[in-house]
């Protein structure tokens, strides 16, 4: 029951992300990679699945639990030493708690959430209508670019190799989905 919200970002980098709010967002340079709307179809059912399966929102509660519940307290102790309002100290929490959003982005997700949201937008891609084959399009597309392309560097970075999600896909559709498409928006 989320209000979804996709877009695509004028850059050049290949890339595709998820926000907890049901925000999907593509980069021009992937969408450019791409050759149906099959591709297109399984790349945004992918990060759907990140949604529905709560990957990011873990992980950012995670990474609070962690550092930013140290670096926010740290700051405002900073801050309510001096003369600061309570309006600066809550724009300076806010502006930490998004730069550790931003890390997370940066650093990615597991390679088992990765994979799971392959898998799982596999199905949502075929509960759609599409080619169920379309993600594995794109990431044979993806395998064949250099992972030292200052373009796809980043996603390179913060996923799986693309041989070893293509596997997964494969085999997947090999011992079929079942398993995938019980309830997508079902979580541990």
């Given amino acids: 029951n989320l209000p979804w919200r996709f877009a695509v970002t004028d850059t050049v980098t290949i890339g595709a992300f998820a926000t907890p709010g049901g925000y999907i967002i593509v980069t021009r340079g992937l969408l450019g990679?791409?050759?149906d709307e099959h591709q297109l179809a399984g790349v945004?059912?992918?990060e759907i699945s990140?949604?529905?399966?709560k990957h990011?929102?873990?992980?950012?509660?995670?990474?609070?639990?962690?550092?930013?519940?140290?670096?926010?307290?740290?700051t405002a102790l900073s801050l309510l030493g001096g003369n600061?309002?309570?309006?600066?100290?809550?724009?300076?929490?806010?502006?930490?708690?998004?730069?550790?959003g931003m890390a997370l982005y940066g650093k990615g997700l597991s390679r088992e959430d990765e994979?799971?949201?392959?898998?799982?937008?596999?199905?949502?891609?075929?509960r759609g209508g599409y080619d169920p084959?379309?993600?594995?399009g794109v990431?044979?597309?993806l395998d064949a670019m250099s992972p030292h392309s200052p373009d796809y560097e980043l996603m390179h970075s913060t996923h799986p190799s693309t041989r070893d999600r293509i596997s997964e896909i494969e085999r997947a559709m090999e011992g079929g989905l079942e398993q995938y498409s019980r309830s997508l928006d079902e979580h541990d």
């Fill in 44 to 46: 945004l059912a992918h």
């Fill in 133 to 136: 084959g379309g993600l594995g």
């Fill in 50 to 53: 990140h949604v529905l399966r």
């Fill in 56 to 74: 990011h929102l873990r992980e950012i509660l995670r990474e609070a639990q962690t550092s930013l519940l140290g670096d926010v307290a740290t």
């Fill in 139 to 141: 990431l044979f597309t």
């Fill in 115 to 126: 994979l799971e949201a392959d898998a799982l937008g596999i199905v949502i891609a075929a």
């Fill in 84 to 100: 600061s309002t309570e309006t600066q100290i809550a724009k300076v929490i806010g502006e930490e708690a998004l730069g550790a």
């Fill in 33 to 35: 990679l791409m050759q």
